[in-house]
């Protein structure tokens, strides 16, 4: 796995109420390049283990001490996944003594959900059935 920094959302050069529901406009190349870091950091299973076991603890935070023992994977592995989570502006943490403890941004979560939700009664955009004009035999369909 290459080693890559992300860029947490809402403190680059992409703020708050900028991006869009997919439905809405294309999102631009910075936009795009922006939230596939973040989708790239849920793109693993152990990632998105961990930040469903962040975001579902009673009391809205864990210690990292509770959650290695759930994988079988080393501390410093678990470590690794949990800093890329928090690169991606999914999680913060906190270190108290020795142990350090994560909990969920709501705002983040918040925000890919408005852009992958469609808002309510508005129909899907219908799709073109080919690259010509209106009329053209690929739009024509099977049997024309």
């Known amino acids: 796995m290459s080693i890559q920094g992300l860029e947490v959302l809402g403190q680059g050069a992409v ?20 939230l596939a870091k973040v989708f790239k950091a849920l793109g693993d299973p152990v990632r998105l283990r961990l930040l ?5 603890r009673a009391g809205g935070e864990v210690c990292v001490c509770d959650l290695t023992p759930a994988f079988e994977l080393s501390q410093p592995t678990i470590s690794h996944h949990l800093k890329l989570l928090r690169e991606a502006g999914l999680i913060a943490s906190e270190r108290r ?11 983040m979560t918040d925000r890919l959900a408005g852009i992958l939700t469609r808002p309510g009664g508005e129909p899907l955009p219908t799709a073109s059935t080919g690259c010509g004009p209106a009329g053209d035999a690929a739009d024509a369909g099977p049997g024309a």
């Open 15 to 34: 703020t708050e109420g900028c991006c869009p529901g997919l439905l809405s406009a294309p999102l631009d190349p910075e936009q795009a390049e922006v």
């Open 52 to 56: 469903s076991m962040i975001a579902s």
């Open 97 to 107: 003594g020795t142990w350090v403890y994560y909990r969920l941004l709501p705002e």
